[in-house]
């Protein structure tokens, strides 16, 4: 039910639509506005020896959480980052959108690490974050609201997309009456709706059964496919990654690095099938291996 | 409509166990007072106080009026500067050190020794009375709202700090809606509070309302006059205990746990 075809009629939408008129309200976002995309319209993300140490409070010690963060995520490019729970992967996406910045190092943003990331990178957390008073029309199209888009405008670009999402006829549904993926696609609807380049997922469908789930990663790849973005993916699910993503980093575990990066050969989207590939067969043990914390398994 | 039937059978019985025993216990008293044959300025029976409602309705509704003024009045204007003070509380920590404090503090003090200094400095008219019920019902209102802004989950403020929300548009898009369910608690307790408030204030001094009523028929051994004010200010309290928890029922009917 949740994986869409690619041929639905989303997929004819013009490219202008991107930039379709949301107005901004904060200096910073204004400034960010127009210093302007790169022509291609993807950012590209960079982080370059990003630590992250959160301070002694009261009894609890100083807490070393990233050690060392290295990465790039080139236009347009789908990267996930896979790592063992409590490595540190939330706290980096929080400083990659610019809610925390790095102890030290560097997040630059096309090139400019002095780029404002807070309002501009699309975030999705863990949890759907839903608000219970608003309908799953109001809860997707809260992003437009903040920016101050005319309810009428906000409204209809929700609609447009509401049936790519699986949500047709469930527009003014209260989230108590939602299942857990259909929560999870509200929350990605809201988060993907500004339309910014950049768009960073936790763990977005963790939470949910593995039926629900491998729907979910293959309608996402679709919907990605169609909508392209600069997008980091965390997650603790191998095939998730690998069924999803261009590249793989791994990280290490608290506090975390990141020690490899892994290209999956394959065009983008894949079905499940890309899975019992040989070459993400091959993939997968290395990643395994990793995980494990043994590097000497590594071949190639 | 089947419905609608059935929701009134549903509230029946969730009112049916409290009708019982509040029935039962008259009749225990009633029974007792004619048993043991109780002299009526001591310990009048139910159905003589009954009486004493329906013989004396318009001098009872008359100060039952004053009362209901007098409670409805400081009721607002506390829910006012309540949710005024609160919000100012919840925004800055400077205020809140400074200001808190004194709010508690303010309670501290029995209203029962404020109600006279009151009356000397305004005088026996409406407004001491609206003055003493306001300052015992705005407590209620503040500590729940303040809770309330707080309560806002940090996780959701980040999300809307992520979507590019300014600090106004958090505050009125996610900590006025997370606040709704616990000033609509405060409000319950207020309301109860309110009417305590308004004989508080009418006992100490006045020229009418139910409190007065009962302090003058008192020392007249008018004992079944007492107990009609007594039963009238419960009924007061409950009514307005219920049009609150009404309101909260619809105000709250989309938020999670809310099918009390
Ligand atoms: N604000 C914070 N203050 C102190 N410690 C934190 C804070 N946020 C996260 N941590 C700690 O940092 C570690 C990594 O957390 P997190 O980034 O959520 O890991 P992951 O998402 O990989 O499971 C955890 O041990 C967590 O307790
Ligand atoms: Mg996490």
Redesign the pocket.
Known sequence: MPAQGSSSPATAEPASYRWGGARISQPALRASQAAGPTASGFTRLELNGVTKT?PA?GR?PA?D?ISDASLLVSSGEFVSLI????????????IVSGL?EPTSGVVALDGDPRAPRLGLVAHMH?RDLLLPWRTVLGNAVLGLELRHVAATEARARALALIARFGLDGFEDAYPAHLSGGMRQRVALLRTMLPQQDLIVL??PFGALDAITRSGLQEWLGDVLETDRRTTLL?T?DVDEALLMSDRIYV?SK?P?STVQSLQVPLARPRTREALSDPRVIDLRRQLMGLLAGKPGVVEA | MPGRGRALAELAAGWLPAAGLGLGALMVWEAAVRIFDVPRWLLPPPSRILWEIFTTAELLGRHTWITVQEVLIGFCLATSVGVVLAVLLAYSRALERSLYPYVIASQTVPIIAIAPLLLVWVGPGQASKVIIVALISFFPIVVNVVDGLRSADSEMIAMFRTLGASKRQIFQKLQVPSALPYFLSGLKVAAVVAVIGAVIGEWVGARGGLGWLMRISAPQFQTSRVFAAIFILSALGICLFLLVGALEKVALRHYPNSDR
């Open positions: 959160y409070r609890r807490l959480v790592g063992p729970s409590g490595c540190g992967k939330s706290t980096l996406l929080n925390e863990q936790d763990e965390v603790h990280m608290r975390g």
